[in-house]
């Protein structure tokens, strides 16, 4: 995890480091938030600002020690691995000239630190970066007195061939005040483009009031960037390029927006995200055309079995995608969660297609889960909402979720818009393959394309459920249940509860009720029932009542989440939320967003900080 940004600008005349850093800092700090600090070269010497705790900790004490103006500038925000989050463990670490950032974990840390120690070096904190900047040091030194002294690039270069493990590594040098240098290895990286003045960061979010110009770097290179340039070559000094882009987003989508938190603005955006998903994917006659998949119909004709590897939210909606995938393509389909995927021995083979889903694109779990599967033979199609991440970039194909960048750390609108491209999915397989005819495929298009409307109608109906988050916020744990599609739904609702108000939560399959988890329930415990349509789903739903009235008569406080017009579950409910009628498969795209705002008011009427729940960071970039 952790957030890194990078700024050079024009020696005279230009824009304040500091200032451009902390504003980057400000926008990353989702990546990790336990501490942060700010590196500028000015006047010859590397001056430095570090505090555990948040970004505006690290204001304070810049306000309170103030750093001189520089063109350049390196910062970083921390999500502790190595060493616990203090002062002295914040990033950047300072060696001799050198100040560094890092994000990632410096495997071979340990026999490098002794190496080093061993040749005198001291360390001041207990973490890998540390080390990994005295490496850099020592390389440079090294490099006096040959063709490549006072190179920091090519120290740079020697130093990323030393490192195993994962790493995006920044460095500036007080002897030089034109450049920053950076390797990226398992750890995002991208260029910010702009006139006279260029910015690095872990994503562009980290430059994008200034440049919506970046540039993908690739895993194994190194990058030197200056206020006029850049130059890329890989870990054994060969030239290389990278991959200029477009950011597609502006400032304002990554802004608030008049909403209290971040989570409550992405979960108003979903109707967007859904709408944004489904553009330009089918033409007028409905037949899918997902050019971007890049991989032959005759790969896809013979795929027989399916692999969905994801983690936490991605992989509920890749559970909810499951039984789409099935449905429509009758392809036997498995759900995964990446960290347990590959340790199993899973039997993947080259007729295996492996659906990697990822909001940031950069989650090693699921990262890892894409190589094995790849070594294996299977083909690996990634569903990201992140252009460029690592994860897209090493799959075969990827479909783009247009959600717009996700600030918060709970994933809303990313697992709405993931269930939207996995059914883009499922339906193009099923077009290729023949199961399904033009027409019902046209069909539920036009299901799917009716579903922003109807998340809004429930976004009108927020304050009801705003309204009960807040009553029920002091209770001591709360119960979903849910069948079919509605089971992965119920999860979710409670994996939300968990990460944003501290709440003791579980999610059941209905029917497992009564094989254990009935014995939780006790007088005034919440119970959330998430109700299928009673008219695609007619044996289901009344196996659903049943469920209501079996917690309800052992004294639980039901909430009922059921289609408008169903009036069977009226006599078991406490409380009703309604949402709009729709097919069997399109309800969790309705039924997950009352649970959203549920857990959002819960985590506010708790006074707790929705946004940046404690001990999680929104990118996990660590196994
Ligand atoms: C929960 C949440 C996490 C992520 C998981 C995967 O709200 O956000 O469970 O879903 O860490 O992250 P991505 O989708 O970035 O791979």
């Given at each position: 995890m952790c957030g890194i940004v990078g700024y050079v600008g024009p020696v005279?005349?230009?824009?304040d480091a500091k200032t451009v850093i902390i504003d980057g800092l400000r926008r990353l700090e989702y990546r990790g938030y336990d501490s942060a600090g700010v590196a500028v070269v000015a006047d010859g010497a590397i001056e430095l600002r570090k505090k555990a705790g948040k970004v505006a900790d690290l204001e304070a004490e810049i306000a309170a020690r103030p750093l001189d103006p520089s063109n350049l500038g390196i910062g970083h925000t921390r999500w502790a691995?190595?060493?616990?989050?203090?002062d002295a463990n914040a990033h950047p670490h300072v060696v001799g000239k050198l100040a560094v950032v890092h994000n990632g974990i410096i495997e071979n840390f340990a026999h490098l630190k002794a190496e080093l120690a061993e040749k005198g070096y001291a360390f001041k904190?207990?973490?890998?970066t540390e080390v990994a900047g005295a490496l850099l040091l020592d390389t440079y030194t090294s490099?006096?007195?040959?063709?490549?002294?006072?190179d920091l690039t090519r120290a740079m270069q020697l130093t990323a061939q030393r490192l195993e493990g994962a790493f995006t590594l920044l460095a500036v040098h007080a002897d030089h005040p034109d450049r920053i240098v950076a390797a990226r290895w398992n750890s995002p990286l991208v260029i910010g483009t702009g006139e006279g003045e260029n910015f690095l960061s872990s994503d562009v979010s980290g430059f994008i009031e200034f440049t919506r110009d970046a540039v993908e770097l690739d895993n194994g290179q190194v990058v030197t960037v200056t206020a006029d340039g850049y130059e890329v070559t890989t870990f054994d000094g060969e030239a290389a390029e990278g991959k200029p882009f477009r950011v597609e987003w502006d400032i304002t989508a990554a802004?608030?927006?008049?909403?209290?938190?971040f989570m409550e603005k992405e979960i108003f955006d979903q109707p967007a995200a859904v709408r944004d998903t489904l553009?330009?994917?089918?033409?007028e006659h409905g037949a899918?055309?997902?050019?971007?998949?890049?991989?032959d119909a005759s790969v896809l004709r013979s795929v027989n079995k399916i692999i969905i590897v994801a983690c936490g939210t991605a992989a509920y909606a890749g559970q909810v995608a499951r039984y789409a995938i099935e449905h429509w393509c009758r392809i036997p389909t498995e759900v995964e969660l990446a960290h347990e995927f590959r340790y199993r021995d899973p039997i993947v083979t080259e007729q295996t297609l492996v659906v990697a889903v990822s909001?940031?694109?950069?989650?090693m779990d699921t990262l890892m889960a894409v190589r094995h599967a790849r070594e294996q033979g299977a083909k690996v199609i990634a569903i990201c909402?992140?252009?460029?991440?690592s994860i897209p970039r090493e799959a075969d194909a990827v479909l783009y979720?247009?959600?717009?960048?996700?600030?918060?750390?709970?994933?809303?609108k990313a697992f709405i818009s993931q269930i939207v491209a996995a059914y883009l999915l499922a339906l193009y397989l099923a077009q290729v393959r023949g199961n399904k005819y033009a027409d019902e495929i046209r069909a539920i298009i036009d299901e799917l394309q009716e579903m922003p409307d109807k998340i809004q109608q429930l976004l009108d109906n927020a304050a009801q459920i705003q309204q009960l988050g807040r009553d029920l916020s002091g209770s001591k744990s709360v119960l979903f249940l849910g069948r079919h599609v509605g089971f992965p739904v119920a999860l979710e609702g409670a994996l939300k509860l968990k990460e944003v108000a501290y709440l003791h939560s579980e999610g059941f399959?209905?029917?497992?009720?009564?094989?254990?988890?009935?014995?939780?329930?006790?007088?005034g415990q919440p119970v959330f029932v998430i109700v299928p349509s009673k008219r695609s789903r007619h044996n289901l739903h009344a196996k659903v009542v049943s469920n209501i009235q079996e917690v309800r008569a052992r004294g639980a406080v039901t909430v009922v989440i059921a289609e408008e017009?169903?009036?069977?579950v009226e006599a078991y409910a406490n409380h009703i939320i309604r949402i709009p009628e729709s097919a069997g498969l399109m309800q969790p795209l309705l039924s997950t967003v009352p649970l959203q705002l549920f857990a959002c008011s819960v985590a506010e009427a708790r006074g707790l900080n929705v946004d940046q729940p404690r001990n999680l960071a929104k990118s996990v970039t660590v196994e």
């Open positions: 005279n005349g230009g824009r691995t190595h060493g616990g989050p203090t904190s207990d973490t890998d490099l006096e007195g040959t063709a490549d002294s006072g802004e608030k927006g008049g909403f209290n938190s553009y330009g994917r089918f033409d899918l055309t997902l050019d971007e998949l890049r991989i909001q940031s694109g950069e989650t909402n992140t252009v460029g991440a979720t247009y959600a717009g960048p996700e600030i918060a750390v709970a994933s809303t399959a209905a029917g497992e009720l009564k094989h254990g988890p009935i014995a939780l329930v006790e007088d017009g169903d009036h069977d």
